[in-house]
């Protein structure tokens, strides 16, 4: 089998000082800097799962990988919208040198405050129809970074490949998260091209994901979970339900195998991560946003989680180049 098997790899970061709530500063200057030279960079979003966490600390690795004197200020909402817009005005008062925001709602939340303080993102999936900037060559808001489109042409020809003869798909996202709704758009104009069928379901927690699941799975011959954070968060009650009805789950995120999906096709967290730090880099390094195209980044990566193929009597290809998970 042409197949990579995933290492594990664990960072870890020299000082962590609790600042209360859910911010904490982070990091230490790298050595022989002036302690005026250090950097001030805070870290926003509006929750964390297992991507967003690697793409934080591959954006925090890069930095101190290069040497630049930086300290983190690190601030997660817990998924409360209110507290997004508090820990974005805590930023901007406290005068950082540099915004980083990781996903579309922390983002937008900080093109809205209109700040001085320069924006870098970390996977956006549609950064300009979530109005963040209006054009990926020439950013206009002052925010840049990372776009991470979802290859939903991708992981169908993969569910194609480990799953032939799904007709009906069924979609579980949050309508209030506008990289869901883009992907889910994408992903039905896609089924309706090649003659695929699909349901959908909407919910506005992780409470509500208990009960949509179930009702699609009675509907359904397979379950597409796009990059929605409050999805992703709830998982673990996905694929128990889809296992016991004996249907795959693909996902967006190649932390969601991880999680028991079945395979997903997806960028590297930790590499977007990096690739965002080198554009912030440039901007403490002198540039103006302007002057920093934001980037695409491609999906590169297929991971399946053997368990769950096992569980579903699946046999995985040899064919299909692949990493795996949950052996």
Known sequence: MRMKRILAVVSAIAITLSMGGCGKNTGEPAPNNA???????AIIQLNDNGAFTDMREGFKQELIDQGVPVAFKEFNAQGDATTLQSYVQNAITE??????T???PAT???????????NVFIAVSDPIKAEVLTSMDAPDKNATGTQNPIPVEKIFETADTLTPGINTYGMIYTEAQPNSVSTCNAAKEYLTSIGKAFKEKTVANS??????IEILLSECDAIFVPNDATIQDAMPII??????????????SAVMPISGALAAVAISDREIGKISAGM????LNGK??????AKVVEATVTTINKSTADVLGIRIPESLEAEIVGE
Do not use: C
Not at 35 to 41: H, L
Not at 95 to 100: K, T
Not at 239 to 252: C, H, I, L, T
């Open 207 to 212: 409470a509500e994901v208990q009960q949509a």
């Open 102 to 104: 990781v996903a579309t």
């Open 288 to 293: 103006s946003v302007a002057e920093v195209p």
């Open 280 to 283: 912030a880099i440039e901007i």
């Open 95 to 100: 005068g950082v040198d540099l915004i980083a």
């Open 108 to 118: 937008q939340a900080v093109v809205s405050a209109q700040t001085d303080i320069p």
């Open 239 to 252: 694929v128990e339900a889809a296992n016991r009805a004996k249907k795959p789950v693909y996902g967006s």
């Open 35 to 41: 302690q005026g030279d250090v950097k001030k960079v």
